[in-house]
């Protein structure tokens, strides 16, 4: 069974951009955490989602 990192890289890009929103107001700069932490797995979503479509189409 091959381990599929992508679902979970863009359930965190949710999860930091909603903590980010839900944190403004008692931390100054989460929505810029937020933001970059949200960016960062997004990206490794679209590594993870790339490698897995290279391997499949491996004749």
Avoid: H, P, Q
């Avoid at 929103?21 to 100054?28: G, I």
């Amino acid at each position: 069974m091959s381990k599929n990192y992508t679902v979970a890289f863009l359930m965190l890009f949710v999860a930091s951009i909603a903590g980010g929103l839900a944190l403004k107001s008692v931390y100054e700069y989460s929505m810029l955490v937020g933001a970059g932490v949200g960016t960062l797995s997004l990206l490794f979503a679209v590594y993870f989602a790339s490698k897995n479509y290279k391997k499949s189409n491996v004749r």
